[in-house]
């Protein structure tokens, strides 16, 4: 997916067309390099379920006794791991943040387009230029300002997880 441009030839117009194709991209990039974290910690949270369930109903089901220790056991180790790593929560983090990308993705197109049905008609007049520098201006901004602050989710996300690792509370009451 490459981001929509309008076309000139002036200077000031050519570098505010560039700044928008790299904020445009660069969250494009961003949205995609999420998407592969989210199906890695999506692999991770099926299998964990999978072996919870299917090992509790092996277990329920009486089928293979002998062995109800070891998968009891590795039932445990599937949901420690699970909490130990946060799994979930960065599962549902990424998941939020992939689907707000997505959507400021397909909002800067729409909005990116309604703007050029706009001013092309104004294209061989001395207001084209300005304001398609404005509208780029104004959609980089809207790119920048939303991707911020997906990260900034992500990291409070990530650092709330990593919290709960904490074997000892320094809070005092």
């Known amino acids: 997916m490459s981001a929509p441009s309008f076309e000139s030839t002036s200077g000031t117009f050519a570098f505010a067309q560039q700044q928008f194709e790299n904020a445009y991209n660069k969250a ?16 991770i949270a099926y299998v964990l379920k999978g072996l919870a369930v299917f090992g509790g109903l092996l277990i329920t089901s009486g089928f293979l006794r002998r062995y109800d220790q070891i998968v009891g056991f590795a039932i445990s180790v599937a949901v420690a ?7 979930h ?35 061989s007049t001395p207001e084209f230029e300005p304001r398609a ?39 005092k009451h």
């Open 28 to 43: 494009v990039g961003d949205k995609d390099k999420l998407d592969k974290e989210l199906e890695r910690y999506k692999k």
């Open 81 to 87: 791991y699970d909490a130990f790593v946060s799994n």
């Open 89 to 123: 929560k960065r599962v549902m983090s990424r998941a939020t943040a992939s689907a707000v990308f997505r959507s400021l993705l397909s909002s800067i197109q729409s909005k990116h387009t309604d703007a050029l049905e706009l001013l092309l008609p104004l294209k």
């Open 133 to 171: 520098v404005q509208v780029l201006g104004d959609l980089r901004r809207l790119i920048e300002k939303t991707s911020e602050d997906i990260t900034t989710a992500l990291e409070k996300t990530d650092l709330e997880a990593l919290k709960t690792l904490a074997v000892e509370t320094t809070e």
